[in-house]
């Protein structure tokens, strides 16, 4: 394969990352995935009880969602790229997923604590 075809594949993959993650975020912050020790932003403050899950998460939903929806774009603009550029979209995508997962993650966590 040539490296605009693997850019390309890459590309679509982080794309494709990018929508799912919005997809649980949205549906974790709906109240549609129940507290578990497989999906979610579980933490201790998060997994104390049934309420302090769900408070957690619909506090996460915003900085969650933000990140991920906003980390498409250089997902798409790594597939324009030329020479070795695309690397630069690659660690900006990084770091909005990040970066969305850790300010949902303090978020959950201010409000499971008053959630008890």
Same mark, same amino acid.
């Given at each position: 394969?040539?490296?605009?075809?693997?850019?390309?594949?890459?590309?679509?993959?982080?794309? !494709?990352?990018?929508?799912? $993650?919005?997809? #649980?975020? +949205?549906?974790?912050? =709906?109240?549609?995935?129940? @507290?578990? *020790?497989? &999906?979610?932003?579980?933490?201790?403050?998060?997994?104390?009880?049934?309420?302090?899950?769900?408070?957690?998460?619909?506090?996460?939903?915003?900085?969650? !969602?933000?990140?991920?929806? $906003?980390?498409? #774009?250089? +997902?798409?603009?790594? =597939?324009?790229?030329?020479? @070795?550029? *695309?690397? &630069?979209?690659?660690?900006?995508?990084?770091?909005?997923?990040?970066?969305?997962?850790?300010?949902?993650?303090?978020?959950?966590?201010?409000?499971?604590?008053?959630?008890?």
């Amino acid at each position: 394969m040539t490296d605009g075809i693997v850019v390309s594949l890459i590309a679509v993959l982080l794309v !494709l990352i990018s929508l799912g $993650l919005c997809w #649980l975020f +949205a549906a974790l912050g =709906a109240g549609r995935i129940k @507290r578990n *020790h497989f &999906v979610g932003i579980r933490i201790p403050s998060t997994l104390r009880s049934d309420a302090a899950w769900y408070a957690g998460h619909r506090a996460a939903r915003g900085p969650s !969602l933000l990140g991920s929806a $906003l980390s498409v #774009l250089p +997902a798409i603009g790594s =597939a324009f790229t030329v020479d @070795r550029t *695309h690397i &630069v979209f690659i660690l900006a995508w990084v770091l909005l997923v990040v970066g969305g997962v850790m300010a949902g993650a303090i978020a959950a966590h201010r409000a499971a604590a008053v959630a008890g």
